[in-house]
């Protein structure tokens, strides 16, 4: 089985939101992996107002290794 390495990851999940035009900071990181899901973080651009308080203060993005699939992650 092909694995992705993290650079993959993570341009697979920077193409996701830019076709989506979010708004997110760089780099991100790698999360959580659950099988052959992995969660990627991005912080929000507002989260650098220190007199702003954003809940929650990231993006999340799964990226499926094995089908290259891409996914957003609803936060409450």
Known sequence: MYEMTEEEILA???????????????????????????EVIF???????????????DIRILV???TKEVAWVYQM
């Open 64 to 66: 499926d290794i094995r």
């Open 43 to 57: 912080l929000k651009p507002e989260t650098l107002d220190p007199d702003i308080i954003i809940d929650p203060p």
């Open 12 to 38: 697979l999940a920077e193409g996701y939101l830019s076709a989506r035009k979010s708004s997110y900071i760089l780099p991100g990181k790698l999360g959580e992996r659950v099988g052959d899901k992995i």
